[in-house]
């Protein structure tokens, strides 16, 4: 049972091109997250889908658009990258909003932009 | 996003000794939830234990607990026997029932001396 994939691992851009970092679930859950962890600073959320067909504005998603793709998937893409965005990505899903389950994280993509 | 405040930046601590980590966090919710995730050197993001803020028991898993005080709203993580495995960051994280976001503290690097 993998969980959480993310794709890629590890990424290296240059400022002005795009990217778009893939996440996976296969725990059936319908909660799904983005969030960038930047030193000193915790994770901090960028966008969230509730369930699938809904998506919505977390506390830093200036410069990012998301699709959820179907309930298993969750694409986060950088439209114009900015050397601000090197950071390390986390993807995490929940089984439902409800409740405060605990979500599950992906391992990370660390994204370099020069 | 909610306020969550951990006032260690590091700690160091002796195998087989105790630590603990603080973790504080603002809200004028009655009802949330709390966890402390633990971040090793892999990236990983794994979750370490869960509170629920009506239940006045706190809970603890192995040689993890928690000294839950909600009046003063603390949340501190406290490390039993402290093995070499233990070594990581540990995130505390703060979830309220109305809109389920997680709002990270910016973490406690754990260090376990041999």
């Known amino acids: 049972n993998a969980g959480v994939t993310q794709t890629p691992k590890f990424q290296v851009l240059k400022t002005g091109q795009s990217m778009t970092l893939q996440c996976a679930q296969d725990?059936?859950?319908?909660?799904m997250y983005w969030y960038r962890q930047d030193p000193g600073m915790g994770l901090r959320l960028i966008y969230y889908s509730a369930s699938e067909g809904t998506t919505d504005k977390g506390e830093v998603p200036n410069g990012y658009n998301v699709s959820r793709l179907n309930k298993r998937e969750f694409s986060l893409r950088l439209e114009s990258a900015a050397p601000s965005q090197t950071s390390v990505y986390f993807c995490a899903s929940t089984p439902i909003r409800e409740g405060g389950q605990p979500q599950h994280f992906g391992d990370g993509t660390r994204l370099s932009i020069l | 996003a909610q306020t969550v405040t951990q006032s260690q930046p590091e700690m160091s601590v002796q195998e087989a000794e105790t630590v603990t980590l603080s973790c504080t966090y603002d809200t004028s919710e009655n009802n949330y939830y709390l966890f402390w995730y633990k971040q090793p050197p892999s990236r990983q993001m794994i979750l370490v234990i869960r509170?629920?803020?009506?239940?006045?028991q706190n809970a603890t898993e192995n040689r993890f607990s928690v000294n839950f005080q909600k009046a003063a709203k603390s949340f501190s993580l406290k490390i039993s026997d402290s093995q070499l495995g233990d070594t990581a960051m540990y995130f505390c994280a703060f979830m309220t029932p109305n809109d389920y976001k997680l709002s990270f503290g910016a973490g406690t690097t754990v260090t376990v001396r041999a």
């Open positions: 725990m059936n859950h319908n909660s």
């Open positions: 509170q629920e803020a009506y239940k006045q």
